[in-house]
């Protein structure tokens, strides 16, 4: 696992995430392309983030004036590619080294959930590649 820098800015949505939720966040990432804020939380945090409903996520949606994602962050980068993919059932995560020493990630979803892993215009898979750059240094996320 890689460590992530904050900046203040950064530090200063995570605090404001936490205040608003309840749950407690490790990383945020500010995903312009997809014009989305997404927040990494501690394990086993991820109800609390979300709410009852998703309230705590359309809260925090508002206060930040962009859709908010959460993730769980996991000890393994397979079981952090399947959260990241969620809620789209992955079978398999297989962890590719290349020739010139990066690793790729290639994922098996069940056939029913293939459209949610990729997700509209291709947000989750974007999500998980973003995350998995950062936090687990694999250069790519693959949909097999």
């Known amino acids: ?11 200063a949505l995570i605090a404001t995430f936490e ?5 407690s966040a490790l990383d945020v990432v500010r995903d312009d392309v997809g014009n989305r804020i997404i927040f990494i939380v501690r394990p086993k945090q991820l109800g609390k983030a979300i709410g009852k409903g998703g309230s ?3 809260k925090a949606a508002d206060v930040f004036g962009r859709p908010v994602d959460v993730v769980e962050m996991a000890e393994t980068v397979e079981e952090f590619v ?11 995560v297989k962890i590719i080294e290349q020739r010139d020493g990066s690793r790729v990630a290639s994922v098996t979803v069940t056939s029913d959930d293939r459209g949610i892993a990729i997700g ?5 898979v974007a ?3 973003i995350l998995c750059r950062r936090h687990f240094d694999l250069v790519n996320v693959t949909i097999a």
């Open 1 to 11: 696992m890689t460590r992530v820098k904050l900046s203040m800015d950064d530090m």
């Open 19 to 23: 205040r608003i939720t309840g749950a």
């Open 56 to 58: 705590n996520v359309r």
């Open 82 to 92: 399947k959260n990241a993919l969620a809620p789209a059932r992955v079978e398999k």
């Open 120 to 124: 509209r215009d291709g947000r989750n």
């Open 127 to 129: 999500r998980a590649r």
